[in-house]
């Protein structure tokens, strides 16, 4: 079993950044994503990183704007959000995969936090 817990989000305007952080407890050594949901859209796949943090991949709408990285000594995975904009408004979970390569496929990752609520004012 995975647990996991997020922090950082909160409310900032447009433009500005924010950090969020997971914390992870139990299984380790897999790859760790990020998702998020905005009110009445589907579920949409942020950023995920490999085993090892060398790797990562992004959602075609973040690219270049958000950072994922990790440090496993601290079982600890981050996201980097810089230059947001109000379309980023969101509820933004941790995941851990079930594999130890980043993929963009929420099914492919067992474990989730209760997410936290990033906003972004016009």
């Known amino acids: 079993q995975v647990q996991l817990a997020e922090s950082g989000g909160g409310v900032v305007q447009a433009g500005g950044s924010l950090r969020l952080s997971c914390v992870a407890s139990?299984?380790?050594?897999?790859?760790m994503g990020w998702f998020r949901q905005a009110p009445g859209k589907e579920r949409e796949f942020v950023g995920a990183?490999?085993?090892?943090?060398?790797?990562?991949y992004y959602g075609d709408s973040v690219k270049g704007r958000f950072t994922i990285s990790r440090d496993n000594a601290k079982n600890s995975l981050y996201l980097q959000l810089n230059n947001l904009k109000p379309e980023d408004t969101a509820v933004y979970y941790c995941?851990?995969?079930?594999?130890?390569?980043?993929?963009?496929?929420?099914?492919?990752?067992?474990?989730w936090g209760q997410g936290t609520q990033v906003t972004v004012s016009s």
């Open positions: 995941a851990a995969s079930q594999y130890r390569s980043a993929t963009a496929t929420s099914g492919d990752y067992p474990y």
């Open positions: 990183i490999g085993w090892s943090g060398v790797y990562t």
């Open positions: 139990g299984r380790t050594g897999y790859a």
